[in-house]
């Protein structure tokens, strides 16, 4: 009966920690995937091998750098078994229009199908940083990078950024 | 003393870094310090554009919680592709799974709720530091609710106009005596009376205010008291000038 009760507390707690991160989990497979079909998938599944798994999550607060482990492992297993080669960045922006441009702020549109359009490894940390809140050291924990690699891909990614948005760069720092 | 292209090439990678060799280079540079108010106000912009509204289906809270239900689907019918049948039929028998009370047994959103739910969007707000943001962000953010803050509030660190419950709204953090404490301005919500809440790791308080709304005040973590917090809530309140 006590070990029924402990299990009840338990699961809701981990019920309430995944309900409290999806939206930011599923913000993060979208600007991962570019694909809000695909970003529902991967999410659906973390939760279910977070579920299976959640007697390795020992400390709750790094519950979020825990669950993007599995989403990115997960993105990737989608991405073997769909076996995508190439992809059409228009094609992409044309299919997540409603999305994108469901802003009555016309900048915000432009940001966002310049966000699709920078490549993934310059993308992924800059969401992981402005997003979801990492550090320089945590990005590079997750992405499996040097600190200076990290920075270095920030740096190009507000650069290019900043360019497809038609911001005057000429002030911006050169490599 | 760094350079103005090291500092621009620092500031394009991490523009929030507090970095005090960072600062003294700003403090120092007119150019520079021009250079960092653009970023800035780019950054904001850019934190607004991925903070993309993904509409929440029915089915959407079905798949947070009742993985065992899911599961068992799973393993009968295989991975959940999309754009079949099945997986609506699925989604549709997993939320009304949900609408049956299984888990979901406490009363709808509260606006406590929401408001904690806004605070894990923006994890990075919370940082403690003794750098205000740049006034004209902190401008920027108090715009839409026609509201000027009095320095006695305390320095603001963070602030940002974001979208809560349908409307712009000023959300800010403030660095006081017992750490940064984050400051909604909710115009548009109107409560009878004194709200407190300890949810999810966050403690607050929502106090309404006289023809503009309700304030919603709230700290990370266990160490703040609700003591502490209301009398936080009452200086900020005080610091409040409205314009319009």
């Known amino acids: ?175 | 003393m760094m350079d103005c292209a090291a500092y621009r090439r620092a500031m394009m990678a991490d523009p929030r870094d507090p970095d005090a060799g960072l600062r003294e280079h700003r403090e120092s540079c007119r150019d520079c310090s021009l250079f960092t108010e653009g970023l800035l106000r780019f950054e904001t912009r850019l934190e607004r554009a991925l903070r993309v509204d993904l509409p929440v289906h029915a089915d959407t809270v079905a798949q947070v919680v009742p993985l065992r239900a899911a599961a068992a689907l799973r393993a009968r019918h295989g991975p959940p592709h999309r754009k079949s049948w099945f997986a609506m039929a699925a989604s549709v028998l997993l939320a009304v799974v949900v609408a049956g009370g299984l888990w979901l047994s406490a009363a709808g959103p509260s606006l406590a709720a929401d408001v904690v739910t806004h605070m894990e969007g923006e994890p990075q707000a919370w940082r403690r530091t003794d750098e205000p943001v740049q006034s004209a962000l902190l401008q920027d953010a108090l715009r839409d609710a026609h509201l000027r803050l009095a320095p006695a509030a305390g320095i603001v660190s963070y602030a940002q106009s974001c979208r809560f419950r349908g409307h712009h709204v000023p959300h800010l953090v403030i660095q006081t005596e017992s750490g940064p404490v984050t400051v909604m301005v909710l115009v548009h919500e109107h409560v009878r009376k004194m709200v407190r809440f300890d949810e999810q790791g966050y403690r607050g308080v929502i106090v309404p205010v006289a023809r503009h709304g309700s304030l919603a005040v709230l700290t990370r973590g266990p160490e703040t008291d609700q003591q502490t917090i209301d009398h936080i809530a009452a200086r900020v309140q005080g610091s409040l000038d409205w314009t319009g």
């Open chain 1, 1 to 175: 009966m006590k070990d029924q009760v402990g299990g009840n507390q338990k699961r809701a707690r981990f019920q309430a920690l995944c309900k409290s991160l999806r939206p930011d989990l599923l913000r993060f497979a979208f600007w991962l995937s570019r694909d809000r079909a695909l970003a529902e998938d991967v999410v659906q599944e973390t939760m279910l091998r977070a579920w299976k798994a959640q007697d390795s999550l020992l400390d709750e607060a790094a519950a979020k750098p825990w669950f993007l482990t599995i989403i990115r492992r997960e993105y990737a297993r989608s991405f073997e078994r769909k076996r995508f080669v190439t992809v059409d960045v228009d094609e992409l922006i044309a299919r997540e229009e409603p999305m994108l441009a469901a802003s009555e702020d016309q900048d915000l549109v432009e940001l966002r199908a310049a966000l699709f359009k920078l490549p993934d490894e310059y993308r992924e940390p800059l969401v992981l940083q402005v997003l979801m809140g990492f550090t320089t050291a945590e990005i590079a924990r997750e992405l499996d990078l040097s600190d200076a690699a990290v920075l270095t891909r920030l740096f190009r990614a507000r650069k290019q950024l900043r360019a497809l948005c038609g911001v005057d760069t000429s002030l911006d720092s050169q490599e």
